[in-house]
């Protein structure tokens, strides 16, 4: 497989990550009261990519972002929304799961990118269900196959219509070689928790399972007759509104969103400008250096004024831009090796703004901003370049940006000044979020606990320094940088790890990352980019799918696909 | 990278795991009161395969089949020892490693199984120690670099000598593009619980760390200077065996342990024969059928009589044979896709043995004898083939044997009898053992319970019937087989179903089962061969690694590798 991608579709060079409701081509959002649906009725012309149709509800990485932007929405434009019914717009098909076309054209560095971002999307699904009530429906009347069914396992309540036809696949073993659903095997052995042989069964039968067999298998929820299917999805959406908890949080009868507006970006060739993010390209050396850059406003004095502020409120818009910058770096700029995290700001400023989050830990919109930071630390955790945060004077390393600290892979951070530099020697500060698990990472402990696995007591110390400025050598000792290095080894040191770092194996660095940034527990969540992916990864590379002779590439060609039989 | 393998040095055309210490060509065993030591003087000439040198103590599968065999020889052979001490016999360098140039010469498959079983050697090192209290001590005198390292690590006590040059090393991301150890990582993260700052500087520093460096990154456990190594090795000897409770399970002074004579063995092209097992190829439809026998003897009536009988009784010769068969195919036998596991006995007779090992099970033997099992059945687990139980009339799957049928990915059972057959009904028998956690899967859980994850109920329904005969239709309804089939099915159904599974891509089923099998919890263990087996499985495939200008081709060429820089 050629790693040369396909072209865009839409004539551009990146794809971009930002959209609304009113250029979506795939999704159809409505609100009415405490319910939302998402009609998914793809536009078959509406490929990122030249090249595939996404016919039968079929889909690619466009089709995915808008999901993932829908939801956004629903959380912080529509609060009071309490159920989410995901449903088709096309009769006979849920979805037929990621494109084939789209896949057997894609190089191989997009197609882990994009089940990475879907995985991404299909877990956020999941936490707007566990951490804000969001309950979802997913209504299959047709085909739900593959990454279709995937979709449908995110939810949490699958209703598939029993018409002697309806049915739930898991197809990609027979057709396609590849493993199934990229995340999809284990949400049917931890979410679902199917038999593993029934699993085997299921994952190896093309035409998938339909009716009460499904739902005796636990692969669905309930089955319905069409005739009873829009009661059934009435019942069961006033049943999760009516068994939620009485909101106490801001988002009852009468409760306003807020308006998430695009984000201002200023695009040029090696820079990136938002408002409170720049990214800047150094090609010829491979390193990204993103700059976030502190609140320049004040804290919001109440709950009310938190929600005018809305998506201008700091917490929020750099959240946004950072998860936008993120996703550039990941699927436009291939060759970067090194992300370099800086920060210029105030730490005080930084943690009072940590501090009104808290103070309205309750209101729901204080919450999803602790959630969405949540996500885009995560995403962080998940991005295969080498990461490392320089902490310097000016820097405002504090409280939710002090995580991006213990996300690197590594940090450096200044003793003293710089020749020439009057301010203040750089210091770090700890708040309570950097040890009340909000953040918590992909494994469920948050980063200064998976950092300090070893080392409970360092942990404990921590705790004592939250609130005091930290200065390198206080920070080293606290275990909470790598290396506190003086002005004069700085510019050496620093310059000799990002030569060597872009001089080793970019493959070799993605599975150093991956396996040391999560130690300790595993749970759904890290598993599924753990094992799943991984072995994704790697099939997507075997020439049984991907080679002349795979399968992928030979999908729909008339040609059976030709396999090396030996066992690996 | 070509999936022709290398010639194997000793003119045969197989691997052979069978081995025993006058045979050794790598290791010294030697065995003083309750210490053991294992000496590694790598012999450069002794490799298994054609075209390489094993220089510096580096090691290929040939140096870990013998390491596996004295730890199993300790346990069996030497009750009484209780701390075996792993030391290098050559100077300045305790071991350098997976060899490099046996690694750039095998085969995928060959890497992947050598990785795994190197894995499953360690794991079975830790076993020793959590489950028979036999504490290791691994001292480095010089270099400890990757799998040498790796070996440390699985130790319960690292001794590195202080003397400015030994140090301990993971090399492998800087020299060869490929990730640690193959199970290093997991080790650094969740045993020695290394930060993950500290390790990612460890893991890419060529030359490693010494010196009290080494023990404050937690990457050893003690260092001393050469003047007082042999003392403290003493000493740290004499602690564990100090600090072990005294044994009541007759391995105290005087214990005498059992001889591990040679398996007999009737090897032809198309059949394996041993005493309990038969192994039948049919290469035209890539299978190999597995058949079991159950016991030919009386249970031993004493824990005196199970010691003298001890390599011959037939819980231990079977479990012996069983594995010896299953390695034999995973590294000789690369077209099988489909173990079939028959069996054939007497179900009563398999649970008094099983019977056996329960009253007697603070004895020393019968605990060695399940664990022993619980190794042999984690191996089937880990191997990457699709497994099936067929269960027919003359079958003895009871107790220990039936835990066969639930690590099968899938099973099938006759109901009834087949046409012209006199025998009774096939049953299945369950006993305490499958419900005890002693033959507990990787993930900490035994088979059942994973394999009714959501359903409890079911599980303790299965523990109504222990010792009941199951037949076909009260298996499928306790949810331990997946498919009851009558006589007039039978053979259509299983024809087509493996005919179904040769056909499928070899790899998509290696993922496919891989993840299947290990719902629920991870384990260090099972992220090992997770999480860190997969990523090295695709590494090893990536052209940055073994295409023609990569760095495992291209190690020691003098020339360096060029890399593909995109990031995946």
Redesign the interface.
């Known amino acids: 497989m050629a790693?040369t991608g396909q072209k865009l579709a839409n004539g551009l060079t990146r794809i971009d990550f930002a959209t609304d409701p009113s250029r979506y081509r795939h999704w159809k959002l409505s609100v009415d009261g405490k319910v939302a649906t998402l009609v998914l009725d793809v536009d078959e012309r509406g490929g990122l990519f030249e090249g595939y149709d996404l016919k039968l509800n079929s889909y690619d990485l466009g089709v995915d972002i808008e999901l993932a932007d829908a939801f956004e929405r629903i959380r912080f434009e529509h609060p009071e929304v309490r159920v989410v019914q995901l449903r088709s717009g096309k009769p006979r098909v849920f979805c037929a799961g990621a494109n084939i076309r789209m896949l057997a054209g894609a190089s191989?560095?997009h197609k882990?990118?994009f089940c990475k971002f879907t995985n991404e999307t299909r877990n956020a699904i999941e936490d707007a269900s566990a951490a804000s009530g969001l309950r979802t429906i997913c209504v299959i009347n047709g085909t739900a196959a593959g990454g279709g069914y995937e979709l449908a396992l995110a939810t949490d309540h699958i209703i598939l219509v029993d018409d002697g036809s309806s049915s739930v696949s898991l197809p990609?073993?027979?057709l396609?070689?590849?493993?199934?659903g990229t995340g999809g095997?284990?949400r049917?052995?931890?979410k679902?928790?199917?038999?593993?042989?029934?699993?085997?069964?299921f994952?190896?039968t093309e035409e998938g399972i339909k009716g009460r067999r499904a739902v005796e298998w636990?692969l669905v929820d309930e089955v319905t007759p069409n005739s009873q299917l829009e009661a059934v999805i009435a019942a069961r959406s006033r049943e999760f509104i009516d068994g939620a908890s009485q909101p106490e949080d801001g988002s009852g009868p009468g409760a306003h969103g807020i308006s998430l507006p695009p984000l201002e970006r200023n695009i040029s060739s090696d820079h990136r400008e938002y408002d409170y993010v720049s990214v800047a390209f150094n090609r010829a050396a491979?390193i990204a250096t993103i700059t976030l850059r502190g609140p320049d406003m004040p804290c919001p004095e109440s709950a009310e004024e938190m929600v005018s502020q809305g998506a201008s409120l700091w917490s929020l818009q750099i959240a946004r831009e950072l998860d936008d910058a993120i996703l550039d770096i990941r699927l436009n700029e291939?060759?970067?090796?090194v992300i370099v995290f800086k920060s210029e700001g105030d730490l005080r400023t930084v943690l009072d703004h940590d501090l009104v989050l808290a103070r309205h830990g309750r209101h729901w919109l204080a919450r999803e901003i602790r959630l969405k930071w949540k996500r885009v630390l995560k995403r962080i955790d998940l991005t295969?370049?080498s990461l490392v945060a320089l902490v310097e004077p000016g820097s405002c390393f504090a409280g939710t940006l002090a995580e991006i600290v213990f996300a690197?892979?590594?940090?450096y951070m200044l003793i003293g000044r710089h020749d020439g530099d009057n301010r203040p020697p750089a210091g770090i500060m700890l708040g309570d979020i950097n040890l009340s698990g909000a953040l918590a990472m992909g494994n469920g402990l948050d980063r200064l606990s998976?950092?300090?696995?070893?080392?409970p007591a360092v942990r404990d110390k921590a705790r004592q320094a939250v609130g005091e400025v930290l200065d390198a050598k206080a920070a080293e000792a606290l275990?909470l940088?790598?290396f506190a290095l003086d002005d004069i080894d700085w510019e050496d040191e620093i310059r000799l790890f990002l030569e060597?770092?872009?001089s080793?194996?970019?493959?070799?660095?993605?599975?150093?990352?991956?396996?040391?940034?999560?130690?300790?527990?595993?749970t759904m969540e890290t598993?599924i980019f753990?094992?799943?992916s991984?072995?994704?990864?790697?099939?997507f590379?075997?020439p049984?799918?991907t080679g002349e002779t795979?399968?992928l590439s030979r999908y729909g060609s008339g040609r059976k696909?030709e396999?090396?039989?030996?066992?690996?």
Chains 1, 2 share one sequence.
Do not use: M, Y
């Open positions: 790693e191989h560095t882990v990118n990609e073993v027979p396609l070689a590849v493993l199934p095997l284990t049917i052995t931890d679902r928790k199917v038999r593993r042989d029934r699993a085997d069964f994952c190896t636990r491979r291939l060759d970067v090796a295969s370049r690197a892979d590594r940090s998976t950092r300090f696995l070893g080392e275990g940088i790598t060597e770092r872009a080793f194996s970019p493959d070799s660095l993605t599975g150093l990352e991956a396996s040391l940034r999560f130690g300790g527990p595993e598993k753990a094992r799943l991984a072995w994704q990864n790697w099939i590379q075997r049984n799918a795979g399968a696909p396999f090396d039989t030996k066992r690996v």
